[in-house]
């Protein structure tokens, strides 16, 4: 039996960046919705000649200003019927890792305003995106552990105390400070520069770059990248 369907398709956008010991992630206010005014991620419907890709792309930038070289499919959530009360739309999130430094976020669009927002301080959001960001921080969970993904979120050249403490965080655990610089430097990826951090207190510490270059060089090799934090 033949039936006409009426779903639609939309898309929305994780986008997680880091700073001064806490993980942020991107939030917009709409201005149209079914209540007076709630938080939600980035995101809308695709339009029909368009991939998923250049829509999720395009509602970035439209609503918050942020153009991102890589987003990475999260999960389709469409198995709540009612997820949103105007329409029967199934979603298709992305996330994305940044240096949230980088940008100069502006609402735009239907976003009312934009800003980052603590992930242990998100408010109840709109739709199922509270579950999104969920899932989306247990991939970034797991991706830590076999991908050097932790210095995207990170400047071009950081201290290596930050990095302790970006892992630290995502992972909501204390890990072995000694042991887990061993292991990081033994890849032979991340290189000490001959720049020193700006903040003057104690003895100067050096900064350390992420060589992406070299990093896709060993893949080439079969390079395996693992961190075990037990």
């Known amino acids: 039996m033949s039936e006409n369907q009426n779903i639609k398709i939309a898309v929305d956008a994780i986008v997680f960046g880091y700073q001064n010991g806490k993980l942020y992630v991107l939030l917009i206010q709409q201005k149209f919705g079914t209540e007076t005014s709630y938080w939600a991620l980035p995101g809308g419907l695709v339009h029909y000649n368009e991939s998923l890709q250049d829509a ?111 892992y630290c965080i995502i992972l909501n655990k204390e890990i072995d400070r000694r042991n887990f610089r061993k292991k990081i430097l033994s890849f032979g990826i991340i290189e000490e520069t001959n720049q020193f951090s700006p903040i003057k207190t104690g003895r100067p510490a050096k900064l350390f770059r992420f060589n992406s270059i070299k990093y896709k060089a060993f893949l080439d090799k079969g390079f395996h990248f693992e961190i075990k934090l037990a």
């Open 56 to 166: 999720v792309q395009r509602e970035l930038k439209e609503e918050t200003n942020v153009t991102v070289n890589y987003l990475e499919q999260l999960y389709t959530f469409g198995d709540d019927v009612n997820r949103d009360p105007r329409n029967r739309v199934i979603s298709v999130a992305y996330f994305a890792l940044v240096d949230l430094s980088k940008f100069k976020i502006k609402a735009d669009s239907d976003a009312e305003k934009v800003q980052w927002c603590a992930v242990d301080e998100i408010p109840e959001l709109a739709f199922d995106h509270n579950e999104m960001i969920e899932n989306a921080v247990n991939r970034l969970k797991s991706k830590l552990s076999y991908q050097p993904v932790g210095f995207d979120l990170l400047p071009k050249e950081f201290l290596f105390s930050e990095l302790e403490h970006l």
